[in-house]
């Protein structure tokens, strides 16, 4: 009785383990699947830059404009440069988002084409003026007046859409080590 006891106890280790990566691997699959769903739902327009928008003050309370709030550290926010791209298709304005391939829906709700969500040294007042340098940066490389490609969905413009390609490759190769763990498993 003891090896058929032991057998069973195997078998449910099995079983759960199974289970287990099934999950695991559909998790891993609809990480790949969502964003290649999105690539595909943007079609390719040409973009014609109408303004690029950037700080030119230190934010104060009395003029936030074109900045934004940010994560400085544990219970810590600070405020980071909002750069905007606004960009006619025909004849209607967008703000550009910069990329789609982070979005499982394509559609986000930032309010900036660039902008760093992480800041962890905006309590320094010497930060916001590097952050500042870095927004002028990104503003000159959009001059307005010319036209560049971008990808519309409905509503939504961005600047690029790319594949992930490092989250397909990485998600695909634990999908495919998760699939020969479960099936060594019962070997």
């Avoid at 303004?51 to 550290?73: D, E, K």
């Avoid at 959009?142 to 036209?147: I, V």
Wanted: hydrophobic share 35%.
């Amino acid at each position: 009785m003891p090896s058929n006891s032991r057998n069973e106890e195997n078998s449910c280790q099995q079983c759960c383990f199974s289970v287990s990566s099934i999950i695991i691997s559909l998790i891993f699959l609809f990480m790949v699947l969502l964003p290649l769903t999105t690539y595909f739902n943007f079609s390719e327009e040409s973009c014609h830059i109408e303004n690029v928008t950037y700080p030119l003050n230190i934010p104060s309370p009395t003029n936030l404009n074109n900045w934004r709030a940010c994560t400085c550290g544990r219970s810590c926010s600070a405020w980071t440069p909002c750069v905007n791209v606004i960009v006619n298709i025909d004849n209607h304005s967008y703000v550009a988002n910069m990329d789609s391939s982070w979005s499982t829906t394509g559609h986000t709700n930032d309010i900036c084409t660039f902008y760093n969500r992480s800041c962890p040294t905006g309590e320094n007042i010497l930060s916001l003026y590097q952050y500042m340098e870095w927004a002028k940066e990104i503003a000159d490389n959009y001059n307005s007046n010319t036209t560049l490609h971008c990808f519309k969905n409905g509503d939504y413009v961005h600047l690029s859409n790319e594949i992930p390609l490092g989250t397909v490759i990485s998600t695909s190769v634990i999908f495919v080590v998760i699939i020969i763990a479960t099936i060594v498993s019962y070997c």
